[in-house]
């Protein structure tokens, strides 16, 4: 059975900072693009960031971009979320996924319904 799953969530204080990790289980990830997304209490899940296959191109959502890094060990398949300068409205659930890689031509996927597996979630807290 295939499996993502996440850790590295916690509490934080406002400035503070997270790593979060996504281990692979039951196949390996390496031809896959990878992303991670967040879902707040009554909101939908969007988007965080997304890496392809080979790890050379990337993608940010904006209200992400200066403070978040993604990255991947392609020796051992994990996927890293390394979270600077974490603020209160980053406070939610955290999910990585795993869409099948696409060619250069095509951009890294932004939609749930571009990725077929996913994580069970780790949760990120960020007080104020």
């Known amino acids: 059975q295939v499996h993502l799953v996440e850790s590295g969530g916690g509490l934080v204080q406002a400035g503070g900072s997270l790593k979060l990790s996504c281990a692979p289980s039951g196949r390996s990830f390496s031809s896959y693009d990878m992303g991670w997304f967040r879902q707040a209490p009554g909101t939908e899940r969007q988007i965080v960031a997304a890496i392809s296959w080979s790890g050379g191109r990337t993608y940010y959502a904006d209200f992400v971009k200066g403070r978040f890094t993604i990255s991947r060990d392609d020796a051992k398949n994990p996927v890293y979320l390394q979270m600077n300068s974490l603020k209160p409205e980053d406070t939610a659930v955290y999910y990585c996924?795993?869409?099948?890689?696409?060619?250069?031509?095509?951009?890294?996927?932004?939609?749930?319904?571009?990725?077929?597996?996913w994580g069970q979630g780790t949760q990120v807290t960020v007080s104020s």
């Open positions: 996924a795993a869409a099948p890689g696409r060619s250069l031509a095509r951009p890294l996927g932004r939609f749930e319904y571009e990725y077929a597996y």
